[in-house]
């Protein structure tokens, strides 16, 4: 199955691009689609990872919608889906 992943910020500087498409499995979940991510695009990968797994500044949106709202990294994909992550704005 193909989702598209909307890159922003930083993530769009590394990989010097707006969006990846990515092919997987059908089944996959949220936290495969982004270790394909990281394959493809290996200037993300500490983006993305640490030794530990995700970075856990990362907030990952699913068609829009906050995936810890859902199944966490766990959520499944479907065809079509819209995958964003976004690192905190803070300031004052």
Not at 23 to 39: I, K
Not at 45 to 52: A, G, I, K, T, Y
Request: with cysteine; charged share 30%; glycine share 10%.
């Amino acid at each position: 199955m193909k989702v598209k992943v909307r890159l922003f910020g930083e993530f769009r500087e590394a990989a010097g691009k707006e969006a990846v498409e990515l092919e997987l499995p059908s089944g996959a979940d949220c936290e495969a689609a982004l270790r394909e991510l990281a394959r493809l695009e290996p200037k993300l990968s500490n983006l993305l990872f640490s030794e530990q797994g995700l970075r856990d500044h990362l907030h990952v949106f699913l068609n829009g919608e906050n995936v810890n709202h859902r199944e966490g990294l766990r959520t499944k994909l479907s065809e079509g889906d819209v995958l964003t992550f976004f690192t905190p704005i803070s300031g004052g």
